[in-house]
Every structure is written in structure tokens, then in C-alpha cells.
């Protein structure tokens, strides 16, 4: 909220771009058939029920209340699943569950936990934003996923085919599975801002990529 306070002040501002996440749109109840678009709001969260995602989906909220008739306009972007090579070592969640794959402690777990992501390059987000910022006609949310889902253990199974590490170390199960695939519709911000997103073939390169980045600055040995 600070920062639209500022834009408030500043009568040049003519639009904010707020990141967030599709965690704000998904819900858990929905049929795995349902394909979420940006009308969607996940509202079975609370303070009690998984917070992180609840707070996440009240800033969203908030943010577009605050903007209403303001001589700027708001502009969300909606991205699942981030993948790229990591800047430093800092290692962020999503990293840590890549890791966890060929480290040992997945195995160590009895497997990989039941998750899939429609999973994205930073690529995508990034040019997302540019034309966000380019195209006056932008407006509302844009959802940036992939058409298809991938599972962890489907991670598991293309660093396992890659030879980069040690098999015995990489898991071939999930954890309460099988995963949920949630679907997502792209096309608004393939329709109204051209943005073509990396298919999933081009997705499992920028993974494999970030296990290569692990190799190379020793965060992860073969």
C-alpha cells in the first residue's frame, strides 16, 4: 500500500504493475477438470488456512479497492511457478524443492511431495511486465501459466534421464499422490498483450538449466 500512496502523490504515475500469483486465483476445492482464469479468486483461505496464500489474496483485493478512480490504473500479473537460472545463490522455496530432489532428501522422505506446477520461465514474467507497461489498452489481471502441468516427480524422472546425477539419490515416488494438474487459462495476455509463453518441452530446459547452475557454483555435487 505504501508504494500506491506514493504513486497517489505522484500525478505522473500513470500505472502500477503489481506482481503476485496465481496462488490468488486457484483454489483447492475445484474439480482438477476446472480451468482457472482470471475472474477466479481463491477464497477458501483465512488466517487460519493457509495464511501466506490468504494474505496474498487480501493485498491483491486491497490494492485494486485503493486504485478505483485514481488518476492511475492497476495492473496485475498472476505467474505459476517461476523457473530460471537463479542471479546468486540465495536460494529461494522453489529451489530448495529442486534440490531436495537430487540431494538425497527427497529419498530420505520416501519421495517427492504430491505437487504439479504450470510452470513458467522467467522469460515469460519478465516480457509480461514490459508489455504490461507498453500496452495502454492493459487492464486487470493476466494469469501467466503454462497450458500443461508438470509434477515434482516428473521433475525427478527428466533429471534422472539427464545423467547429471546420481540416480540412486533421485526419488520415484510422490508423497500422498497422485498430484493435483490445475489448469489455467492464458490466453487473455496472449490476446491482448502478444505474449507467447515457452512451451513445456522449453520449460524442462530452463529446469534442467537451474540444475546446472546448482553444478557449477557447488551449491549441489553429481
Same mark, same amino acid.
Given at each position: ?35 482457472? /482464469?482470471?475472474? +477466479?479468486? =481463491? ?11 490468504? #494474505?496474498? %489474496?487480501?493485498? !491483491? ?38 534440490? /531436495?530432489?537430487? +540431494?538425497? =532428501? ?11 506446477? #504450470?510452470? %513458467?520461465?522467467? !522469460? ?41 546425477? +546420481? ?56
Amino acid at each position: 500500500m505504501n508504494v500506491l500512496r506514493t504513486a497517489e502523490r505522484q500525478k505522473s504515475v500513470k500505472r502500477v504493475i503489481f506482481t503476485t500469483t496465481c496462488g490468488t486465483v486457484s483454489s483447492y476445492d475445484r474439480d482438477e477438470n476446472y480451468v482457472f /482464469s482470471e475472474k +477466479d479468486w =481463491n477464497d477458501d483461505t483465512s488466517l487460519s488456512n493457509r495464511p501466506a496464500q490468504y #494474505a496474498k %489474496v487480501v493485498a !491483491e483485493k486491497k490494492a485494486f479497492e485503493f486504485c478505483t478512480g485514481k488518476h492511475f490504473d492497476l495492473v496485475v500479473i498472476n505467474p505459476n511457478g517461476v523457473i530460471g537460472r537463479p542471479l546468486t545463490n540465495r536460494l529461494e522455496t522453489v529451489f530448495h524443492v529442486l534440490k /531436495s530432489i537430487v +540431494d538425497g =532428501n527427497a529419498v530420505k522422505a520416501g519421495g517427492v511431495m504430491a505437487m504439479a506446477f #504450470a510452470v %513458467v520461465t522467467v !522469460e515469460d514474467v519478465a516480457n509480461a511486465h514490459v508489455l504490461a507497461a507498453e500496452h495502454k489498452s492493459a487492464n486487470g489481471r493476466y494469469i501467466i501459466a503454462g497450458k500443461e502441468a508438470i509434477t515434482l516427480l516428473e521433475i525427478a524422472d527428466l533429471v534422472r534421464s539427464s545423467g547429471k546425477f +546420481d540416480s540412486s539419490k533421485i526419488p520415484t515416488t510422490e508423497l500422498r499422490g497422485p498430484a493435483k494438474r490445475a489448469k489455467f487459462d492464458s490466453t487473455k495476455v496472449e490476446r491482448e498483450l502478444g505474449l507467447h509463453l515457452h512451451s513445456l518441452e522449453d520449460v524442462k530446459s530452463h529446469i534442467l538449466y537451474v540444475y546446472d547452475y546448482f553444478i557449477e557454483n557447488g551449491i549441489i555435487t553429481k
